[in-house]
């Protein structure tokens, strides 16, 4: 008697991108895709719908992002089985998408051909499947300090171009306050001026461009 196939909902905004992925899938003869969506939105309703296998789901997508739908099928089904693939692999990208529930954090640039099927299948038999880039990744962030929230809006402030002073106005602080948070930020970025906080936050994944 034939094994059942792993069932598979693949979601990533970009059409080419989960074309290839599809083809790349249906090339295995114990693999399925089920169901494809194109935002975060139909992922989530697909999965409500499909309860599929796995959960393959890219990190950035319109009406909800991978990590608020991997935090969400978690939630409502803690068997769940998510895989984010993403071109990005900031240290907060990575943790938070682990973080809410995902198995398994691939790089796109990393993931053609054997890598994606295999972590496909060490997820389906229960096992989480971490690349050795990305796990040097989070081993890197475990060393570094944390903004604190109130740090993070003032480098979110200070990434829409604002003074201390407008910071110090916009959130009721006195600018000595503000240029506190603006050294620590600094500090914990390991950053020499404000230009180089905000790029070091966006290539980590802290800030994120809109």
């Known amino acids: 008697m034939n094994e059942p196939k792993v069932r598979i909902v693949v979601a990533d905004d970009h ?12 090339t295995e003869p114990d693999l399925e895709v089920v169901g494809e969506a ?21 990190l950035r ?29 900031g240290d907060e990208e990575v943790y938070r998408a682990l973080d809410a529930g995902a198995r398994a954090y691939l790089l796109k640039r990393n993931t053609l051909g054997e890598n994606m099927l295999a972590a496909i299948r060490a997820v389906h038999a229960g096992q989480r499947y971490v690349p050795i880039a990305v796990a040097k ?48 930020i600094l500090s914990k970025l390991e ?8 790029t070091v936050a966006l290539r980590r994944g802290i800030l994120r461009l809109e």
């Open 15 to 26: 059409t080419v991108v989960r074309m290839g992925l599809v083809a790349m899938i249906h």
């Open 38 to 58: 194109e935002d975060g939105g139909q992922a989530l309703e697909l999965y409500r719908k499909l309860r599929p296998d796995i959960l393959l789901l890219d």
């Open 61 to 89: 997508m319109p009406v909800m992002d991978g990590v608020a739908v991997t935090e969400t099928v978690c939630r409502e089904d803690p068997a769940a089985h998510v895989i984010v693939l993403t071109t990005y692999e």
């Open 137 to 184: 990744i989070l081993a890197e962030r475990i060393h570094r300090s944390e903004l604190t929230p109130r740090e993070l809006e003032v480098l979110n402030a200070v990434a829409g171009g604002m003074s201390n002073k407008r910071i110090a106005d916009l959130m009721s602080l006195s600018e000595g306050t503000v240029k506190i948070h603006v050294s620590n």
């Open 191 to 198: 950053a020499s001026d404000r230009t180089e906080a905000v």
